[in-house]
């Protein structure tokens, strides 16, 4: 059911088919460099073999950077489903595709994603021991966006302290796209440490609960990367950061958990040219990878571990941003480098 495809800067991509349940995907392992790959499993309705094959290559090679740059010893992969999950997931194909991460034998590690849940993934466990993000189990994690949540609001804190002098966010104006589950928990942290809220999302309810629950103020969704605000927190969806928004962005920082938030590698300049900060978003958003990387490793003490990584990844942020100002590059180019750097050992 595994067929290998040659495809150079990986260590191993496979094409997936069962023919008995309708099974058809990939399985992409980037890098085991520091570790076994982990990514989750992500199923989409795509319209042509080839934009999944482009799409796992280009998710797995993002984990290898993700896992890296939060210090975890875990490479980089990622698997992709073609087909729509309301209409064609059932439990025939979910085990099929256990049995595909079972034969790779441990290179890879499967998790939740778009168009997954963790009742599928006890549907993967029954025919794998790779798999993460259960609900139930010794070493369950569960829901990662509050862990999410909690490393952007601390990499947030760094970086206001490169942005505006202080960490304190007291008085500071974050305008928060997106509040769905990551945030939601962002807004009531930034509540919390007495930071103003300008708030938007397409979903009225959601607004309207932070209205009610953090005085926040309501903007329409297309307006809120441009409102007078000190920090701009991207976490609804990618390519926010881009040549027609940057110009009207009056944040003097952008840190949000929003994956792949600048649309493209032009935006670095442009933003430094505006003298905006930009915490690079695949260090800043680490806390749900640590939080599913607690459950692969089986770590007994699951609270003080996740604390210790987050900590972690705040000294990472910090590093990041003191040799971008010292080397004269983008935060985003810094940390790619620094990344790269940690590839070339293995974790401890
Ligand atoms: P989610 O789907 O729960 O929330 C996204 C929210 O954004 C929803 O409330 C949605 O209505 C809103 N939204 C969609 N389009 C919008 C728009 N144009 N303007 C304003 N609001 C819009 O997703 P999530 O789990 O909170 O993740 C948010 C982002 O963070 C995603 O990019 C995700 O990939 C990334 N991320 C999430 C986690 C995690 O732990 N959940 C970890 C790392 C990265």
Wanted: glycine letters at 10%; aromatic letters at 4%; hydrophobic letters at 45%.
């Amino acid at each position: 059911m595994l067929t290998k495809l040659d495809q150079s800067g990986y260590e191993g991509v496979y094409r997936v088919e069962d023919a008995a349940s309708g099974l058809r995907g990939y399985i992409a392992v980037h890098s085991t460099v520091r570790g076994p790959a982990a990514g989750g499993l992500r199923m989409r309705p795509y319209a042509a073999e080839a934009e999944a094959l482009e799409d796992v290559l280009r998710l797995s090679a993002g984990m290898t950077y993700k896992n890296a740059a939060a210090d975890l010893p875990l490479g980089g992969g990622k698997a992709v489903i073609i087909g729509d999950p309301a209409k064609d997931k059932s439990e025939a194909l979910l085990r099929a595709m256990g049995r595909a991460v079972e034969a790779l034998e441990g290179k890879y590690w499967t998790a939740e994603d778009m168009g997954m849940s963790p009742d599928d993934m006890a549907v993967l466990a029954q025919e794998t021991k790779y798999v993460a993000g259960l609900g139930q189990g010794d070493f369950a994690s569960g829901d990662p966006s509050p862990v999410t949540a909690a490393g952007v609001l601390g990499c947030m804190e760094v970086a206001a302290r490169h942005a505006f002098g202080s960490s304190n966010l007291q008085g500071k104006t974050v305008a928060v796209q997106g509040l769905g589950h990551v945030g939601m928990y962002l807004a009531e942290g930034l509540h919390r440490a007495g930071a103003k809220l300008i708030v938007a999302d397409t979903n009225a309810r959601a607004v309207q609960e932070a209205m009610e629950r953090f005085e926040a103020v309501a903007v329409a969704p297309e307006a809120i990367h441009g409102v007078e605000a000190d920090i701009y927190a991207p976490c609804a969806i990618g390519g926010t950061v881009n040549m027609g928004t940057i110009p009207e962005i009056k944040a003097k920082l952008i840190c949000g958990a929003a994956n792949n938030q600048l649309a493209s590698r032009r935006e670095r300049m442009l933003l430094e040219a505006r003298d905006i900060l930009y915490a690079p978003d695949y260090v800043a958003n680490g806390g749900g990878i640590i939080n599913v990387a607690a459950e692969i490793l089986k770590i007994e003490t699951r609270a003080p571990w996740v604390a210790a990584r987050l900590g972690r990844l705040e000294e990472t942020m910090d590093q990041i941003l003191n040799r971008a100002l010292r080397n004269r590059q983008t935060p985003a180019d810094v940390a790619d480098a620094l990344v790269e750097e940690r590839l070339t050992v293995k974790a401890a």
